[in-house]
């Protein structure tokens, strides 16, 4: 994919409120809600001793998941860790936990939830650990956009397509519609399968995942996509751009991957000679374009730890994933392809202190912070993620 040259223009980011994150709380958002409890000090000395001695004490009843980006205080406590493809997948085989303890954001807790079954609890250390990018696609955007493909008469050409990061309520809106959800892993297995099913496709939140996955993936052409801009009247966009388009991107984006410019691989090209430059599927197309491998955060550890020893890696994706790598190969040159730090500061909500919080609530026989999702929304959506867990 390196030296491919291309005349299209990236689109600006869509603008978002910002909310202090755990002050007030605002129902439209994944983000900004108050976390109740009596949390640890952080500089409590004891706090891992705590966390060990809790999760001890509940043994079996307790599972804990630990996403890849989650801090290395949280992740030594997971009894898996991975991406948000085999999180689900993990969620959905462990009947037998009472309680799924997830270190991850609120789609994903959400996502375990109608996973699991009705006796299990999804806890998520702090309710504050939401997502942007969910953010980015609300129920009512979205019906409103589906609304107006149904007066062009375009919808029985159209599969829904969400990735994992979205709201339960968005992934009900794509079972209603006969989608599938998608992660990183498998973004091309679900594309592959909604093209059997129609010609277009409808794919939210993130517009890069989107285009990579169909421009580089499924060899689509930049003009076969078009992007719905759902703060414009009809997406900012002509009936005649709708009917043609293979491609319906929602204009949604991670606010972590999309910080990666062209400038950082130009750069790092130029200060480390025969560097390997491996991203993840949510930065922007050119970047991707650019670089020497794109695959999800499973995909990454995996090309890590396959790599000759004295090679030199440049890693555009969240940076407590990319130290940790850089730790576990010291015989490789690993680096973060910004040099700007570039945490995702929503993971990072989920800290030490709300973790022991959490694990001590529970022995001491109450459930704190249960993800939740509503019967009728976590069957429709259940729907979209059955559809994707038995993808070929
Ligand atoms: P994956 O876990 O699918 O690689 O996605 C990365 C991410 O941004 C999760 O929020
Ligand atoms: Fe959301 Fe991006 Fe953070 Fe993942 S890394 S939780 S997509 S903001």
Redesign the pocket.
């Known amino acids: 994919m390196a030296n491919v040259t291309s005349t299209w223009t990236e689109p600006s980011n869509t603008p978002l409120t910002l909310l202090l994150l755990g002050k007030g709380t605002d129902p439209a958002s994944e983000r900004g809600v108050d976390c109740p409890g009596d949390l640890p000090a952080p500089s409590d000395p004891d706090l891992v001793a705590r966390a060990t001695a809790a999760k001890a004490a509940l043994g079996s009843r307790v599972f804990v998941l630990g996403h890849h ?1 989650q801090r290395d205080e949280v992740i030594q406590f997971a009894d898996v860790t991975g991406d948000s493809f085999k999180l689900a997948q993990q969620a959905a085989a462990r009947p037998e936990a009472e309680f799924i303890v997830f270190c991850g ?1 609120h789609f994903m807790a959400e996502s375990a939830d109608i996973l699991t079954t009705p006796a299990q609890k999804v806890i998520l250390p702090d309710l504050a650990a939401g ?4 953010d980015m696609a609300v129920l009512g955007q979205v019906e409103t956009a589906w609304e107006h493909f149904e007066d062009l008469g375009i919808t029985d050409q159209i599969v829904p397509v969400t990735y994992m ?1 979205s709201s339960a309520d968005i992934k009900g809106f794509v079972g209603r519609n006969k989608g599938v959800v998608c992660t990183s892993s498998n973004a091309k297995r679900a594309l592959d399968w909604s093209f059997e099913q129609g010609s277009k496709v409808f794919f939210l939140p993130d517009q890069h995942l989107g285009r990579n996955t169909a421009v580089l993936e499924m060899g689509f052409d930049l003009d076969d996509c078009v992007l719905y801009d759902p703060h414009k009247p009809k997406g900012g966009l002509t009936d005649e751009q709708l009917r043609n388009a293979k491609m319906i991107l929602w204009r949604g984006h ?4 999309g910080r990666f410019t062209i400038d950082s691989v130009r750069e790092v090209r130029e200060r480390v000679p025969g560097v390997n430059v491996l991203v993840h599927p ?1 930065c922007r197309h050119d970047v991707v374009r650019a670089a020497d491998y794109v695959g999800s955060t499973e995909y990454i550890i995996r090309a890590l730890d396959a790599a000759p020893s004295g090679s030199a890696w440049a890693v555009g994706t ?1 940076l407590n994933l990319v130290r940790r790598l850089a730790l576990a190969h010291p015989d490789k040159q690993v680096m973060f392809l910004d040099r700007t730090v570039c945490y ?1 500061s ?2 990072n909500r989920i800290d030490l202190p709300h973790l022991v919080w959490a694990l001590e609530e529970l022995v001491a026989g109450r459930v704190p912070n249960v993800i939740t999702v509503d019967e009728k929304t976590a069957h429709e959506a259940r729907v979209a993620l059955d559809q994707m867990l038995a993808l070929p």
């Open positions: 980006y954001v997502c942007s990018m969910a990061n991670c606010s972590v991957h949510e969240e995702c929503t993971m």
